[in-house]
C-alpha cells in the first residue's frame, strides 16, 4: 500500500485547496465513517519518482481557541497513526494562531516528521515574511506555499518525499 501523508490545521487555512493541488486534481476518494463527527478524503498524488496519498482531516476545530475538541483530537490521531508525514497548513495572512500554537505543541509530540506549509503566500513581496513568522511554533522551516496559484508547493514537495 502507498505511503500516506497527513494534512492537518484548522478550518478554512486551505487544506483542501492545497490536497487538490498536491492532488493534482484527481478525483478525492471519501470514505464515510458512521459515528465520527469528520470524513477523511484520500487522494492519490505523486512527485518525482514517489507515489504517496494524501488524506484531508476536515479542519482541527476548538471549544475556545485553544483546547482541542476530544472527538477531533481522536481523528487527527488516528490520521497521524497511519501516516508517514504530515504537512501542518496554516494561513500566512492572518499568521500564527493560538489554535496553531495549541495544534503544534500536540503535534510536536507526535512520533511522525511535520513539514508547515503556510499557505497563502501568492505575494511576492510578502510570502517569505508571512512564512517567517511560523518559526516560532517550534516545527522547523516554514515553506510558503499558494494552493490557489501553485507557487511553492515544489519546494515543499522535495522536503516532503525524504521523508517517504
Ligand atoms: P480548508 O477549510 O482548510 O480545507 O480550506 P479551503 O481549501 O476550503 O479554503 C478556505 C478558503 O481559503 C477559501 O476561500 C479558499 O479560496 C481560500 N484559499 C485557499 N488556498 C488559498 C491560497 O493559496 N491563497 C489565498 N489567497 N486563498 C486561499
Ligand atoms: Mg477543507
Redesign the pocket.
Known sequence: SLPIVAII????????????RLAGAQDAIVYDEPGVTRDRTYSNAYWRDHEFVVV?T??LVFDDDTEFLPLIREQASLALAEAVAAIF?V?G?AGPTPADEAIAEWLRQQPVPVLIAV????SPDQGLAQAAQFWELGLGEPYP?????GSGTGELLDQLITHI
Do not use: A
Request: net charge neutral.
Open positions: 490545521g484548522r478550518p478554512n487555512v486551505g487544506k483542501s485547496t492545497l490536497v487538490n484531508d476536515g479542519g497548513v494561513d495572512q499557505n497563502k503566500c501568492e506555499v499558494s494552493g490557489i496559484h
